[in-house]
T-cell receptor
Framework: GENVEQHPSTLSVQEGDSAVIKCTYS??????FPWYKQELGKRPQLIIDIRSNVGEKKDQRIAVTLNKTAKHFSLHITETQPEDSAVYFC?????????????FGKGTHLIIQP | GAGVSQSPSNKVTEKGKDVELRCDPISGHTALYWYRQSLGQGLEFLIY????????KSGLPSDRFSAERTGGSVSTLTIQRTQQEDSAVYLC????????????FGPGTRLTVT
């Protein structure tokens, strides 16, 4: 089955700087790659996703890039703010997150230093 | 509108007892998922329902785990003869359809097996 590796496990950046979180996946048939944000004590929420037919997607300060050949994808957050502090999970699926669900990485704890 | 709800929010049980966890998805969502989140780990996919049907139960950790969904709505996850390694947060999610839709997560049930 699919295996998703996520790095780093903890990332501390100064407010206003950029943050990058990287994930690799093992199943070349995976075609859907969402990112979820989980604030302390809260439920995970989707922040951005990308399909395999697209190399990059942006939404304001957040962007995701996908390299299908290398089987890795990354989350980029620019101009970080205190409210960006959370645990971020990448995920992959060969069914768009349908019948095989989502295979998640172990998460990155992003800390924004004031 | 109302989001995904789960009950109980916390459950402490003795080893060997059976427990039942409940999920109420967003009204009209046909796809429903169960995940397990252990401390410091990512989310582990357990099972997916399309309507009342679960086409693949291989993600359930052992035969002590079972799940059902009735009326295309409420779902229950049952763990028989609980073990300490079953301790985790059990998250339910729903989406309008399966595949390429955001999965909306519930608040989770924290299960502690003593």
């Amino acid at each position: 089955g699919e295996n998703v590796e996520q790095h780093p496990s903890t990332l501390s950046v100064q407010e206003g700087d950029s943050a990058v979180i990287k994930c690799t996946y093992s199943d070349s048939a995976s075609n859907y790659f969402p990112w979820y944000k989980q604030e302390l004590g809260k439920r995970p929420q989707l922040i951005i996703d990308i399909r395999s037919n697209v190399g990059e997607k942006k939404d304001q300060r957040i962007a995701v890039t996908l390299n299908k050949t290398a089987k890795h994808f990354s989350l980029h957050i620019t101009e970080t703010q205190p409210e960006d502090s959370a645990v971020y999970f990448c995920a992959a699926s060969r069914s768009g997150g349908g019948a095989d669900g989502l295979t998640f990485g172990k998460g990155t704890h992003l800390i924004i230093q004031p | 509108g109302a989001g995904v709800s789960q009950s109980p929010s916390n459950k402490v049980t003795e080893k060997g007892k059976d427990v039942e966890l409940r999920c109420d998805p967003i009204s009209g969502h046909t796809a429903l998922y169960w995940y397990r989140q252990s401390l410091g780990q990512g989310l582990e996919f357990l099972i997916y329902f399309q309507g009342n049907s679960a086409p693949d139960k291989s993600g359930l950790p052992s035969d002590r785990f079972s799940a059902e969904r009735t009326g295309g709505s409420v779902s229950t996850l049952t763990i028989q003869r609980t073990q300490q390694e079953d301790s985790a947060v059990y998250l339910c999610a729903s989406s309008p359809l399966a595949g390429y839709y955001e999965q909306y997560f519930g608040p989770g049930t924290r299960l502690t097996v003593t």
